[in-house]
């Protein structure tokens, strides 16, 4: 049943009170109700339709973080970058340098050749300078490094896993330039914990869930992180939700 249903029952049962009990000022005192009724009715159905399925903005689709121009050496940022930004310049840019890094067989070498070849971002923040008395906004997101995992079957692996981890959103994922490695870019929540309290326990995290340990590095909120190529890397569909 219903509104108007209600209402055409009101009606005919206050019609036929009336008729047999003679009582017109309680039907007309029911009229007015019935009438405020319909008035609310009509109101409510006229009202914009508001869709429950829209979702908010993604949280980290404006957060920003510093980048820089190769040479590791160089500590002065040369812009910030969206997340999305940050994601396109890994599929599409960077290929020669890539290749070329993962031709060098000598470990030494090939340090060299990344540290003075490779541009970086600060995934935890935007700086004045790349350290960390100098940071101007955390971003509340962590980069992790996963080194040597192994080929590309392994990598797709850990890949798929961490995809998949109940306690934290991967906002990006991409293979290290070595090629041998993984990069997992996960949000954290600086206003509960620092930065460097959420490190130790991702860290212990990872070791007991996936039995892996990950560069310590990453405890550093002004860390580097080498930007190389790879096609297939993973971002999170809510980036574009602004």
């Known amino acids: 049943m219903n509104a108007l249903q209600a209402i055409e029952i009101l009606k005919h049962r206050n019609g036929n009170f009336a008729q047999k009990h003679g009582i017109t000022d309680y039907v007309r005192e ?3 109700i019935i009438n405020a009724f ?6 409510y159905e006229s009202r ?28 002065n940022p040369c812009g910030n970058f969206l997340i999305r ?8 840019a960077f290929k020669d ?15 060299k050749f990344k540290a003075d070849n490779f541009s970086y971002v600060t995934f935890s923040g935007t ?26 079957t392994a990598i797709q692996e850990l890949k798929s896993k961490l995809l998949k981890d109940p306690y934290f959103d991967t906002i990006l994922m991409f293979r290290s330039p070595s090629g041998d490695g993984l990069k997992w870019l996960i949000n954290i929540d600086i206003t509960r914990y620092t930065h460097r309290q959420w490190f130790d326990g991702v860290f212990h995290y990872v070791k007991h869930t996936y039995g892996l340990e990950i560069d310590k590095s ?3 909120i002004a860390r580097a992180c080498f930007l190389c190529h790879d096609p297939q890397a993973y971002i999170n569909p809510n980036i574009y939700r602004v």
Do not use: W
């Not at 031709?103 to 340090?111: E, L, N, T, V, Y």
């Not at 101007?136 to 997101?141: E, G, R, T, V």
């Open 97 to 111: 340098v890539t290749e070329q890094l993962r031709s060098i067989k000598d470990k030494i070498a090939a340090g």
């Open 85 to 92: 930004d940050i994601y396109q310049f890994i599929i599409s």
């Open 127 to 152: 700086f004045k300078k790349r350290d960390a008395k100098c940071l101007i906004k955390h971003s509340n997101l962590m980069v992790i490094d996963f080194d040597h995992i192994g080929d590309l």
């Open 218 to 220: 990453g405890s550093d």
């Open 38 to 43: 319909i008035t609310l009715l009509n109101a």
């Open 48 to 75: 914009p339709v508001i869709d429950k399925t829209e979702k908010k903005p993604f949280p980290f689709a404006a957060v920003e973080v510093s980048g820089y121009d190769n040479p590791i050496t160089n500590l």
């Open 30 to 32: 029911n009229e007015e």
